[in-house]
């Protein structure tokens, strides 16, 4: 019988991966890596990826590069893989525009950050989340609430009020809270699908109502959090929290610097030329990349 039975549906199942997007020597999007990273995570065990996401580097990527990264991924994969395209936007319109155009594109969902630098109140946020969700109603939406990095944070209560709209199905907790899923589950009930967005945090975050996660490990460990998940859906608590514990030298050195930073490192070191972040971003620096080999290596012996 499964440990929480009871608890949300998975509209996008319980592994999401949020694919890093791949560049050449000359700094240009890599399509057919891209194409082949996306296979390889599929493969290794994720139900669904995420492009154009932060860990994408949405922020300098053109809505050109991103509408066909969306394309190539989606017919790479195929259509029993659930793909979600970043959209969101600190300009209501153009966040708008980039979820229909996700739609046209062939997403099965759509990630929608919180506006970033603005800083909008509560009531702007409510509008905001409200009119791309009626813009695009036949898309699902995964609301996502990251106020390390926009300056604001989606309250609970203002997501409850989002509710009314058919579309708003799932919401990424990346606010560093297990905390903000139990008010999310308060406020909501149980047919929004918490997701965690954080690699750390993804056991307690279960352990609180959570349905899965939109992960970066993912790219290097998917197997070992897909057994940790399984392990606690099925029951077995003490093997997924030894798994837990297992994992967290990759989450840390993962998120040692801004991702996705180590993450690039990551794959390049197991074999995947991704190239460096795009500008601002930087390339893991020596020392860094060094103390991840040795994780890594020490990984591929469990």
Not at 50 to 62: K, N, R
Request: hydrophobic share 40%; aromatic share 6%; glycine share 8%.
């Amino acid at each position: 019988m499964s440990f929480l039975m009871d608890f949300s549906p998975q509209p996008f199942g319980r592994l999401l991966t949020a694919m890093v997007t791949p560049f050449n020597k000359e700094g240009l999007v890599d399509f057919p890596l891209a194409c082949k990273l996306a296979r390889y995570l599929v493969k290794e065990g994720s139900d669904g990826l995420v492009v154009c996401g932060t860990t994408g580097e949405s922020p300098t990527l053109t809505w050109q590069e991103q509408h066909q990264l969306l394309k190539e991924v989606r017919s790479a994969v195929g259509s029993n893989v659930q793909i979600l395209a970043g959209t969101g936007s600190n300009s209501t319109a153009e966040a708008i525009e980039a979820t229909r155009e996700a739609a046209r594109c062939g997403a099965d969902g759509a990630l929608v950050v919180v506006p970033y630098y603005n800083k909008p109140p509560q009531d702007g946020l409510e509008r905001h989340f409200r009119s791309v969700a009626e813009a695009a109603p036949d898309l699902p939406l995964m609301l996502y609430n990251i106020p390390g990095r926009t300056g604001c944070s989606l309250a609970p209560e203002t997501v409850a009020r989002l509710m009314n709209c058919p579309n708003v199905v799932s919401f990424k907790a990346a606010s560093g809270s297990t905390d903000e899923v139990t008010q999310l589950r308060m406020h909501c009930g149980s047919r929004l699908a918490v997701y965690s967005g954080d690699d750390g945090l993804l056991l307690p975050m279960l352990s609180v109502g959570a349905v899965g996660v939109v992960s970066v490990a993912s790219h290097v460990a998917c197997r070992q959090i897909k057994s940790m998940i399984t392990a606690y859906l099925d029951g077995e608590v003490f093997q997924a929290l030894a798994q837990h514990e297992e994992l967290q030298p990759l989450i840390k050195a993962l998120f040692s610097t801004t991702n996705p930073i180590p993450v690039k490192a990551a794959l390049e070191l197991n074999g995947w030329p991704v190239g460096p972040p795009r500008s601002p971003l930087i390339p893991l620096n020596d020392e860094m990349r060094n103390s991840l080999l040795i994780i890594l290596n020490a990984l591929r012996q469990t």
